[in-house]
């Protein structure tokens, strides 16, 4: 009862200290486990969070063993903990050990009679092995090969948690497999070697029996101590059994820099009794149980809860871009094309693979190619072109090995007749881009591909699935009262348990987060049912708070499960007109052609959504940009309208201008392809 009011005692102490100075500290240097008031030398091992294994001993190097737990202070980084517990290891079930004995096994304890009574001691300190705990021994061994860091050590092994099974192995190690030489080093180098490949976490003890001086090892003792440094919850014992007075200086050093003891044995009537002594050491410490007040607390709020994803089919007709653009000063066709190595290649070629609006375009000389072996009656102008300016002026020249380029292209690769690829050489092209800025100077750097047969230039056309979703991101807004100051914190989401998206930082200020469905994508994330997101806070102390686990569920429609109930899924046509002039909104003949198709396909679609969308690219004011956009969505609609379309209503059209360009504006193929309209043509079915 008295234990229980002083801890009760404690947890209010330090509750007001705590309130008082703000809950807030910057605590410096490690853990602490104090014994106030008491004369004694205290080592610990980190068993686990909050937990550890503490050594006391007085000034005979004797454990203490009347401790309870109101005796124990544990400190981290200036603040004091709550001890929870503390009981002697000998009582404790769940805290298992790990014991590596490395035991003498020469022929000198034949020769002075000390194999029976060091039996004897070894059989009372198997009587401390639980079944919980892990014993594995070293003896020397001439016929072995034990092998450590590239050395062969002359040592024989043998692990086990059965006492009986140890007693057989050491009556084996004296009876049948003595040692006529001690390998002291290499016997403590192969211990150290087993303490290493146990788990870090584990309570890790060497004990060290020896009967004489090395004299045999064919390593240097100087190998042993950077072997034991780092390894964590390890200490060692030694037992000094040479016929000298002294401890051995060796023995005595490496124990005591392990945090253990030396003991000396002077005959071997004393293997008994220090045997015991080391029992009594290993079994009277003390697992101390701790917490720290105050821990982070809070939740996240995670939105939305519920997202759809759906899967669309997309029927894209793109428009062919019919120009190749050049590096300043080069007729070299840049990587960024597309470019097939051999005929063969060339035949396996097939445009309705490709997919979006870029892919194709970088694939442009191979559409032209193929359709050129389609339409063999068809022939192409290839229109090399300058800039004008700087190293390309006037250099007509360029302009001509450009078109070349091309054309040895389509005819080595393609095997186009070169009669039917026609090579002309300007300078500017007949309509370019404006030469003000840099941005036009480019797109004048290029070939243009002309053709009087419809079927080269025509649009490029794919079907292909697309996933849409109601949302696009996920949103985590933290609400976490940090209690100590937070070391660092981490929110994690993952989907059906696997980690998708870590965000990590350190500090009391959690900022909002998101984690982009769109991004990831939304094909990937409808493979999974659930999105869990949490986060997990660590506090100055060590202190660790999981919050609870937001799910998100998450709903896949796919065409295959839609068309097999008989539901209707979406349909989305895209048509892009063939690209405008620089600051043109005319509608030219290739684009009357595109615009007849959608207008003969909105009539076939009753119910169907249409939207005209204009857009244009950056060069040139935002206003301009913007107007002339208008105009060439206007210029579109009108055309629609006029063929007689019912319910016009359903027909809506704006223009965009510079703003959320479809294509990068950083490249001058992205900036021709921005200078479009494109035409959405939206329904459900269930064909």
């Given at each position: 009862m008295k234990s229980k009011l002083s801890i009760l005692f404690m947890m209010l102490s330090i509750w007001v200290l705590s309130a008082g100075a703000g809950l807030a500290y910057t605590p410096e240097g490690k853990l602490q486990v104090l014994v106030p008031g008491r004369d004694a030398r205290i080592t610990f091992q980190e068993i686990d969070d909050n937990k550890v294994l503490a050594s006391v001993l007085d000034a005979q190097e004797n454990?203490?063993?009347?401790?309870?737990?109101?005796?124990?202070?544990?400190?981290?980084?200036?603040?004091?903990?709550?001890?929870?517990?503390a009981e002697i290891l000998k009582s404790?079930?769940?805290?298992?050990?790990?014991?590596?004995?490395?035991?003498?096994?020469?022929?000198?304890?034949?020769?002075?009679?000390?194999?029976?009574p060091l039996l004897a001691a070894l059989d009372e300190f198997l009587k401390i092995v639980r079944p919980i705990d892990e014993v594995q021994v070293v003896v020397f061994d001439n016929t072995q090969n034990f092998q450590v860091d590239g050395h062969s050590l002359r040592l024989a092994t043998f692990k086990s948690d059965n006492i009986k099974g140890l007693q057989s192995f050491f009556q084996r190690s004296f009876k049948e497999g003595m040692s006529g030489q001690t390998y002291l080093y290499e016997g403590i180098l192969g211990g150290l070697d087993l303490v290493s490949k146990l788990p870090e976490k584990n309570n890790k003890f060497l004990v060290v029996f020896s009967d004489g001086e090395d004299l045999n090892s064919e390593i240097k003792k100087e190998i042993i101590a950077p072997k034991a440094k780092g390894l964590k919850n390890f200490k060692a014992f030694s037992i000094d059994f040479m016929p000298t007075e002294e401890k051995d200086a060796f023995l005595n050093s490496f124990a005591e820099a392990a945090g253990g003891k030396c003991w000396k044995a002077t005959s071997a009537?004393?293997?008994?009794?220090?045997?015991?002594?080391?029992?009594?050491?290993?079994?009277?410490?003390?697992?101390?149980?701790?917490?720290?007040?105050?821990?982070?607390?809070?939740?996240?709020?995670?939105?939305?809860?519920?997202?759809?994803?759906?899967?669309?089919?997309?029927?894209?007709?793109?428009?062919?871009?019919?120009?190749?653009?050049?590096?300043?000063g080069q007729s070299a066709i840049p990587e960024h094309y597309h470019l097939l190595k051999t005929q063969a290649e060339a035949g396996e070629f097939d445009e309705k693979m490709l997919r979006d609006t870029m892919t194709k375009y970088y694939d442009v000389l191979n559409i032209i190619g193929k359709r050129l072996v389609e339409n063999p009656e068809a022939m192409v102008e290839l229109v090399g072109c300058v800039s004008d300016k700087g190293e390309e002026k006037n250099n007509l020249s360029l302009s001509r090995a450009r078109a070349e380029s091309v054309k040895s292209y389509l005819q080595y690769i393609w095997n186009i007749d070169p009669g039917r690829?026609?090579?002309?050489?300007?300078?500017?092209?007949?309509?370019?881009?404006?030469?003000?800025?840099?941005?036009?100077?480019?797109?004048?750097?290029?070939?243009?591909?002309?053709?009087?047969?419809?079927?080269?230039?025509?649009?490029?056309?794919?079907?292909?699935?697309?996933?849409?979703?109601?949302?696009?991101?996920?949103?985590?807004?933290?609400?976490?009262?940090?209690?100590?100051?937070l070391k660092d914190w981490k929110i994690e989401i993952k989907g059906d348990g696997t980690l998708l998206k870590s965000i990590e930082g350190q500090g009391n200020t959690i900022p909002d987060a998101s984690f982009s469905l769109a991004e990831f994508g939304f094909s990937k994330i409808g493979a999974?049912?659930?999105?869990?997101?949490?986060?997990?806070?660590?506090?100055?102390?060590?202190?660790?708070?999981?919050?609870?686990?937001?799910?998100?569920?998450?709903?896949y429609l796919t065409r295959v499960e839609r068309k097999a109930q008989k539901l209707e899924y979406k349909v989305v046509e895209k048509y892009a007109l063939i690209l405008f002039d620089f600051d043109s909104s005319d509608i030219k003949e290739r684009n009357k052609t595109v615009i007849d198709r959608v207008t003969a396909r909105i009539k076939e679609l009753p119910d169907a959504s249409v939207t005209i969308l204009g857009q244009t690219d950056i060069i040139g004011t935002e206003d301009y940009n913007?107007?002339?956009?208008?105009?060439?969505?206007?210029?579109?609609?009108?055309?629609?309208?006029?063929?007689?379309?019912?319910?016009?209503?359903?027909?809506?059209?704006?223009?965009?201008?510079?703003?959320?360009?479809?294509?990068?504006?950083?490249?001058?193929?992205?900036?021709?392809?921005?200078?479009?309209?494109?035409?959405?043509?939206?329904?459900?079915?269930?064909?």
């Amino acid at each position: 009862m008295k234990s229980k009011l002083s801890i009760l005692f404690m947890m209010l102490s330090i509750w007001v200290l705590s309130a008082g100075a703000g809950l807030a500290y910057t605590p410096e240097g490690k853990l602490q486990v104090l014994v106030p008031g008491r004369d004694a030398r205290i080592t610990f091992q980190e068993i686990d969070d909050n937990k550890v294994l503490a050594s006391v001993l007085d000034a005979q190097e004797n454990p203490v063993k009347d401790l309870m737990t109101e005796d124990f202070k544990v400190i981290k980084g200036g603040i004091d903990a709550i001890v929870t517990n503390a009981e002697i290891l000998k009582s404790r079930k769940d805290v298992p050990i790990n014991y590596v004995l490395m035991v003498d096994n020469s022929y000198s304890m034949k020769e002075r009679k000390a194999v029976e009574p060091l039996l004897a001691a070894l059989d009372e300190f198997l009587k401390i092995v639980r079944p919980i705990d892990e014993v594995q021994v070293v003896v020397f061994d001439n016929t072995q090969n034990f092998q450590v860091d590239g050395h062969s050590l002359r040592l024989a092994t043998f692990k086990s948690d059965n006492i009986k099974g140890l007693q057989s192995f050491f009556q084996r190690s004296f009876k049948e497999g003595m040692s006529g030489q001690t390998y002291l080093y290499e016997g403590i180098l192969g211990g150290l070697d087993l303490v290493s490949k146990l788990p870090e976490k584990n309570n890790k003890f060497l004990v060290v029996f020896s009967d004489g001086e090395d004299l045999n090892s064919e390593i240097k003792k100087e190998i042993i101590a950077p072997k034991a440094k780092g390894l964590k919850n390890f200490k060692a014992f030694s037992i000094d059994f040479m016929p000298t007075e002294e401890k051995d200086a060796f023995l005595n050093s490496f124990a005591e820099a392990a945090g253990g003891k030396c003991w000396k044995a002077t005959s071997a009537a004393n293997l008994l009794p220090i045997f015991q002594e080391v029992s009594t050491t290993l079994l009277y410490q003390y697992v101390v149980e701790y917490t720290f007040v105050n821990p982070p607390q809070g939740s996240l709020g995670v939105y939305p809860s519920d997202v759809t994803i759906e899967e669309l089919t997309i029927i894209d007709s793109s428009p062919l871009l019919n120009y190749i653009f050049f590096e300043a000063g080069q007729s070299a066709i840049p990587e960024h094309y597309h470019l097939l190595k051999t005929q063969a290649e060339a035949g396996e070629f097939d445009e309705k693979m490709l997919r979006d609006t870029m892919t194709k375009y970088y694939d442009v000389l191979n559409i032209i190619g193929k359709r050129l072996v389609e339409n063999p009656e068809a022939m192409v102008e290839l229109v090399g072109c300058v800039s004008d300016k700087g190293e390309e002026k006037n250099n007509l020249s360029l302009s001509r090995a450009r078109a070349e380029s091309v054309k040895s292209y389509l005819q080595y690769i393609w095997n186009i007749d070169p009669g039917r690829l026609i090579v002309t050489a300007r300078k500017l092209p007949e309509i370019p881009s404006t030469s003000r800025v840099e941005e036009g100077i480019v797109e004048n750097q290029r070939v243009e591909i002309r053709s009087g047969s419809p079927a080269i230039l025509d649009s490029i056309k794919s079907t292909y699935t697309f996933e849409v979703a109601d949302s696009s991101e996920i949103t985590i807004q933290p609400n976490i009262k940090p209690g100590y100051d937070l070391k660092d914190w981490k929110i994690e989401i993952k989907g059906d348990g696997t980690l998708l998206k870590s965000i990590e930082g350190q500090g009391n200020t959690i900022p909002d987060a998101s984690f982009s469905l769109a991004e990831f994508g939304f094909s990937k994330i409808g493979a999974f049912k659930t999105l869990s997101t949490s986060a997990t806070l660590t506090d100055i102390t060590g202190q660790t708070f999981e919050t609870d686990v937001f799910k998100t569920n998450v709903k896949y429609l796919t065409r295959v499960e839609r068309k097999a109930q008989k539901l209707e899924y979406k349909v989305v046509e895209k048509y892009a007109l063939i690209l405008f002039d620089f600051d043109s909104s005319d509608i030219k003949e290739r684009n009357k052609t595109v615009i007849d198709r959608v207008t003969a396909r909105i009539k076939e679609l009753p119910d169907a959504s249409v939207t005209i969308l204009g857009q244009t690219d950056i060069i040139g004011t935002e206003d301009y940009n913007v107007a002339l956009s208008v105009r060439r969505a206007q210029s579109v609609y009108q055309t629609v309208m006029d063929s007689g379309i019912s319910s016009p209503e359903r027909v809506t059209s704006k223009g965009n201008g510079p703003h959320d360009p479809p294509y990068d504006n950083a490249s001058p193929e992205g900036r021709s392809f921005n200078r479009t309209v494109i035409i959405t043509i939206e329904y459900e079915t269930t064909e």
